[in-house]
């Protein structure tokens, strides 16, 4: 089964700086999701990659899909408090009729 | 992309009781996907619900306690039964469309 590892598990960064979230999959991404949650909310959907080198940016946050299509990457620019919360990765399976896998998740902080 | 009406949006019940969770979809969907999240930690699937059938459940997980329900293409029920303090998490549901997976605002259980 896949498997989705998430790096780091946590973050704590000051306000304005640059963060990296990483995701990496045991096997070959055919359609790789990334949400953010606030504490105790339900999921806010951010991007959805599927092609190798894809990149998709929306204002300060960008996401990336490795040519290889195992590991995708979450930027985030200029950090602000409203950042704050949990990022998950989702993997989808080569039919539209499967669940997602979702990894750990990372606990980003932002102090000001 | 398909909206849902998940519903209640949290609850607090007595050890012992059951809950039923419900998930209103916009449009007609073959299959729906149940997800735990217990607390500080990722979203884990329960199982997948499919119109007309049983549906299939993950490692871990029992009809008998977590009984659902799919009478037709745009609902679903999924009841936590028999429940103690460890079946205090976030519950929510998801669906699959042409434009992505859509989740439920999901439900927050806390069992006393």
């Known amino acids: 089964s896949q498997e989705l590892e998430q790096s780091p598990q946590s973050l704590i960064v000051q306000e304005g700086k640059n963060l990296t979230i990483n995701c990496t999959s045991s096997k070959t991404l055919y359609g790789l999701y990334w949400y953010k949650q606030k504490y105790g909310e339900g999921l806010i959907f951010l991007m959805m990659l599927q092609k190798g080198g894809e990149e998709k940016s929306h204002e300060k946050i960008t996401a990336k899909l490795d040519e290889k299509k195992q590991q995708s990457s979450l930027h985030i620019t200029a950090s602000q408090p409203s950042h704050a919360g949990i990022y998950l990765c989702g993997a989808a399976g080569n039919s539209g009729n499967t669940p997602l896998v979702f990894g750990k998740g990372t606990r980003l902080s932002v102090i000001a | 992309s398909a909206v849902i009406s998940q519903k209640p949006s949290r609850d607090i019940c007595q050890r012992g009781t059951s809950l039923t969770i419900q998930c209103q979809v916009d449009s007609q969907v073959t299959m729906m996907f149940w997800y735990r999240q217990q607390p500080g930690q990722s979203l884990t699937l329960i199982a997948t619900?499919?119109?007309?059938?049983?549906?299939?459940?993950e490692s871990g997980f029992v009809i008998d306690k977590f009984p659902i329900s799919r009478p037709n293409l745009t609902f679903s029920t999924l009841t936590v039964s028999n429940m103690s303090p460890e079946d205090s998490s976030i519950y929510l549901c998801s669906v699959s469309s042409g434009y992505g997976y859509t989740f439920g605002s999901g439900t927050r259980l806390t069992v006393v």
């Open positions: 619900a499919n119109q007309g059938s049983e549906a299939t459940y």
